[in-house]
């Protein structure tokens, strides 16, 4: 049994090794990027149909077993399922099975505006309207379009919202009557894209009294 294990942690340490050394053409892209969670170290790999980025963990986090030292500082190489959505089609072999080399997404910073309105129903009752819009990277970017976007309510109302930006970048949410006298406020989570978080800019919460 022990053999076993020796035989396992030294062939994953060989992969390892035979992997930085195979792809000693590393090199640097100046794309705007900012996957959240994940690094860009310059890694590439061909996984026989195209050149693909791959993921690192953030620096000072060493949970792969797959890793690599670059300019003094040891990265763990992300580790996915067979088949994840992520997958950059490069396999290895550890002690825990199959794994695939998880590739890195290039994604703009999804920079976040928020307008709120509000709309006398009845006497003193309100709702509040909370428009979102998203673009690339600054506020006069592109609208990012087909981006879940994750939001919440508090306040004078509370609830945990989701929605899908539409061509213009944009998405909204209207609040159920709410008697006046208090301040409602929408914050922004978290914005996705399949299982790719972007990070986030701009104004994440806005508040507006009724």
Known sequence: MTRTKSYKRIR??????????????????QEISAEKGFQDIGLRVYNGANIVALAAEPEGTLTSPLRIAKNGVIYGIVLVEPGDPNDSGVRIQTSSGIKGLRKYVFLPT??????MSKRRVFQTWYTV????????????GPPISGVTVQGRWSGGYNANVSGTTNANGQVSWTTPGIRSGSTVSFTVNKITIGNNEYNLAGVLNRSIGI
């Open 12 to 29: 994953v340490l060989l992969i390892s090794v035979l992997f930085a050394v195979s792809f000693l053409s590393i090199f640097y892209t």
């Open 110 to 115: 999804a920079y976040v505006s928020i307008g």
């Open 129 to 140: 309207t909370a428009m979102v819009t998203v673009t690339e990277n600054t506020a006069s």
